[in-house]
Structures are given as C-alpha cells and as structure tokens.
C-alpha cells in the first residue's frame, strides 16, 4: 500500500459549545421602619462570586450546604471622624475565607431552619414571573425592639464603634453550623452607621437577584467567559429593582 492510498482517520471534531448562556447575580439592600415607613439605607452590594459559585453547584447537587441561612451584621465597614466625615472601606469580594470587617451580631432567615423562632419576618422568597429571565430571593429580616440584647434606649449614640451601630451586612450560607467560621461570606455591603436601638424597629429587605445572560462570548479554547450584554441592556442596568 503506496503512502497515498493510507486509510485516512477521521479525527473528532472539537465543537464549541452550543449554550450560549451565562449567569449574573446582582443584590440590593433596603433597610427600613416597618412602622414608619422610613428608609434608612437603600443601596446595591458587592457579590463574592468565587464562594457564590460554590454555594450554586453545592445546592444545585443537593449536597445539603450551601444555601444562604444567615444575615451577619457588623460595625467595621466605615470610620467617622470628629467631624463627622465617613469613609467607606471597599466591601469584602475575595477570597474563599472572607468575612465581614467586624461583626457583632447575625439573624437565620432561614425558614426551614428549627433555630428560626419567627418565620414570618426572617424568611426567604423565591419570586419569578413567566418569561422573564430573571428570579428573586428576597430575603427579610427583623430586628424588633428587644434586640439584640444589650442595646442602647435610645438611637442618639455619639459613639460610632458601637457594637449595635451597624454599618456592614452580608448574606452567608450553611456550611453545618449555625454562625459557624466555615459558613461562607456570599455578599457584602457597606453603609452609614445605623443604630439598632430598644425605641426603634428595623427590618432588612436583601433582594439577591440571579439572571441569565443572553450572549456568551469566547476568549479562548477552554475558557469562556460572559460579555456585559444583557438581553440587549448593559450589564447592571435596567434591572428592574
């Protein structure tokens, strides 16, 4: 057999991928009075996307970790000078062991969870509607009047490193134990400092919102990664929240 009539072997094909699709999470804070109706913080957070892809795969295997559980608040994200100046540290986005600057208390919203005495005010919301490409998590959470323990009377602390004047929140997921060190940081958001007080009510509505991305853009044989189109809109804009 002459070198020209050598069988030729036919060699798979390496096909791109045909799903050309990707995910983006986005997150807004409103911190409120329920009774009132004064907004106190209304705002977007920082996304920790490496601890956020593991919180996805784990709870998408059902490997019973995960899911977000839990709101840490803290007093570490701001510094106020005399004269009454703020300056913001950059939120906590990195890094599988990330944490809040300083935190000082947490609430489950978790409402499958037994240690959730009030499910009614510290839940979780799944809301979607057909079509549209996007689902919510709204997560609430409800600081009443008793908590937490130790807190001042009266709102009208000049003393910004309290342990109740908040200026730092994030979501955090189960990872086996209730506030535990291995409990991943999924989000993060700095504020003002807000004091919780015992003469004032306040509720957290954390809107998480995971949309699907329309374009997929290719930058190399074995990595891809996400253009900042949208379903013709700019990454971050027109969101509907």
């Known amino acids: ?17 045909q799903d050309n699709t990707g995910v983006m ?12 109706g004064e907004v106190i913080v209304d705002k977007r957070n920082a996304i920790h996307y490496e601890n956020m892809s593991q919180a996805l795969a784990n709870s998408l295997a059902n490997k019973s970790t995960g899911f977000v559980h839990e709101i840490a608040f803290g007093n570490g994200g701001t510094s106020v000078d005399p004269t009454g100046v703020i300056t913001y540290l950059t939120p906590n986005s990195t890094g599988s062991n990330a944490t809040l600057y300083n935190q000082t208390y947490y609430k489950v919203i978790d409402d499958n969870s037994a240690t959730n005495k009030d499910t009614t005010r510290n839940k979780m919301e799944v809301r979607h509607t ?19 323990t130790g807190q001042a009377a009266f709102d009208n602390t000049t003393d910004f490193n309290g342990a109740y004047v908040f200026d730092e929140l994030g979501l955090k997921s189960w990872e086996g134990t209730e506030n535990g060190a291995t409990n991943k940081l999924l989000t993060h958001v700095v504020f003002h400092p807000v004091q919780k007080s015992l003469n004032r009510l306040i509720q957290i509505d ?36």
Do not use: W
């Not at 057999?1 to 030729?8: A, G, L, V, W």
């Not at 999470?25 to 009132?36: A, Y």
């Not at 057909?130 to 937490?148: Q, S």
């Not at 919102?209 to 809109?233: D, H, P, W, Y």
């Open 130 to 148: 057909a079509g549209n490409k996007y689902t919510d998590i709204v997560c609430t959470c409800t600081l009443d009047y008793g908590e937490p």
């Open 1 to 17: 057999m002459t070198q020209d009539n050598k069988p030729t072997e036919a060699k798979e094909e390496n096909k791109k991928p």
């Open 25 to 36: 999470m986005t997150g807004h804070i409103k911190i409120f009075d329920p009774e009132t």
């Open 206 to 241: 954390y809107t998480l919102r995971i949309q699907s991305l329309t374009t997929f853009t290719e930058t190399s044989s074995t990595a891809l990664s996400t253009s900042n189109t949208v379903s013709g809109t700019t990454s971050g804009g027109n969101t509907g929240y």
